[in-house]
């Protein structure tokens, strides 16, 4: 059998969403070869699952630039650069096309779960020669079969969408919640579309503080104005939701202002009712509804629901990579240059400055985490500066150094900081900004979600919980 060289071997590139098919376009016009598996069915899978949603950003900030001359060879005609697309419309319009081009589509193997990745001929305790040896990406199909794909360097953009947290207290399932999973949707489901009828007239349970239980919820208050009997819990783990409602006016992102400020006020309208200090230790599945059982700010939480939404955040799936050499931060589990910058407990800022291949890369040489799954646990993660991550990475690969440590995208502050939140969004101190900077005249380039509805995903969100004196 005649050996490969490391360096003949493709760079893999695990996910077929904006930034994996980024990484993808970048890796190609600097002429090195790549495989991009991706476990859906299609380019974007895990957009198309809040397909009905609508970003915070407009196109302009949502195609990558190598992607964008990619298509622009084939004719493709970019939306309108102000428009707010859907999760649908980004697929449709963007990540179909980009991953149909001819460049990627015969590279492109859907219906391809990753289920391990090693050093080849290495495992994780074996040092001599580690450096010479590529890597081993073991893959699965739908049929079940098993197929290991040699790579010289291996991107994983493959994201967090689909490990959400778990509803239980200190960061463990509850007690019965695999039992009642038939009772438990992810979050964000199309409540006033395609599944409309699993909520109407109907009590539901949101669990979560980030911009996807704020979407549903809003959601659910306008189902409940045209379907009686809908009723709706909102339970968080802090004691405020101040970091929620946000910045209102002072937000750069109008869309995730509105989306706040909506919420807020159905809050105080009474249309929801918000629970703090929640934490959930059992859940009960009955016939038609499950109980849940933990405490509650004022003692004993015991609710009978026919649906709850975990919206409680992600977290890496980290299984796959246990041979590989990871440098890891402890709390948050991003590369460890990475961590300092987007810690919630420390980090309260809405804007991450850019980063690239040296803050990004582990140990095992080659091997890098991009896009929401470089993020850990941190729900912090902009589109723009995965873009910018896959290009630096790209760059480092193909022996451009310079070009691989030069920032090539400016990310100015929100203006929009949870240490500001604290605060009464009204209050005199609400617009100041946590970076040092004044948030006048912002270009945010995040993938969030919302609309002037105020509806959305949140990616890219105000964070931290060092500005809520309440946090648990």
């Known amino acids: 059998m005649v050996e490969v060289g490391r360096d003949e071997l493709p760079v893999v590139v695990i996910g077929a969403g904006p930034v994996g098919l980024a990484a993808a376009a970048h890796l190609l016009e600097r002429g090195l070869e790549t495989i991009v598996l991706e476990a859906g069915d299609g380019p974007g899978a895990a957009v198309a699952s809040w397909g009905h949603v609508r970003l915070f950003s407009p196109w302009r900030y949502d195609v990558d630039a190598a992607a964008r001359r990619l298509l622009e060879a084939t004719g493709w005609v970019e ?11 980004l697929v449709g319009r963007y990540l ?8 990627i589509a015969p590279r492109l193997r859907t219906g391809t779960r990753v289920v391990s990745v090693a050093r080849d001929g290495a495992d994780k305790t074996r040092s001599l020669g580690r450096e010479r040896r590529g890597y081993r990406v073991r893959t699965v199909d739908a049929g079940g079969t098993v197929t290991d794909v040699l790579a010289r360097a291996v991107i994983d953009a493959s994201g967090t969408f689909s490990t959400s947290n778990p509803l239980g207290v200190s960061g463990l399932p509850a007690v ?10 992810g979050p ?6 395609t599944r409309r009828d699993r909520f109407a007239g ?6 979560g503080m980030g911009h996807s239980a704020a979407n549903t919820l809003l959601n659910l208050v306008e189902l409940s104005e045209s379907e009686p009997g809908t009723t ?5 783990r802090g004691g405020s939701a101040r970091r929620l409602f946000g910045g209102g006016a002072d937000d750069a992102l109008p869309a995730r202002g509105m989306l706040g400020t909506r919420l807020r006020a159905a809050v105080e309208a009474g249309r929801l009712t918000l629970l703090t200090r929640v934490s959930i230790e059992r859940l009960v599945p009955g016939a038609g509804t499950v109980q849940v059982l933990g405490t509650v700010r004022d003692g004993a939480l015991s609710l009978e629901v026919h649906q709850i939404v975990d919206a409680t955040g992600f977290r890496p799936d980290l299984d796959m990579l246990r041979e590989v050499r990871l440098d890891l931060d402890p709390v948050v589990e991003a590369p460890a240059a ?3 910058l987007i810690d919630p407990n420390q980090h309260s800022c809405g804007t991450v400055p850019p980063h690239g291949e040296q803050v990004l890369s582990h140990p095992d040489d080659g091997f890098y985490l991009a896009g929401m799954k470089s993020y850990g646990r941190a729900p912090t993660f902009l589109l723009a500066t995965g873009y910018e991550q896959v290009r630096s990475i790209a760059a480092a690969l193909a022996g451009d150094r310079a070009a691989a440590d030069a920032v090539e995208l400016a990310l100015p502050a929100t203006g929009v900081c949870s240490t500001d939140l604290a605060l009464e969004a009204d209050g005199a101190g609400a617009s100041g900004s946590c970076c040092g900077t004044a948030p006048a005249a912002p270009q945010p380039v995040t993938l969030g979600v919302g609309a002037p509805a105020g509806v959305g995903f949140a990616t890219g969100v105000v964070h931290g919980r060092s500005g809520d004196a309440d946090h648990g």
């Open 96 to 103: 179909a096309p980009l991953a149909a081009t001819p460049q």
């Open 79 to 89: 939306p309108d650069p102000d428009a707010l697309p859907t999760g649908g419309e």
């Open 202 to 207: 109907r009590d539901t349970l949101v669990v």
């Open 188 to 193: 964000l489901p199309d409540v006033l579309g």
């Open 338 to 340: 990475l961590a300092p």
């Open 232 to 236: 709706i819990t909102w339970a968080i």
């Open 176 to 185: 019965g919640e695999q039992e009642s999973a038939a009772f438990v949707t």
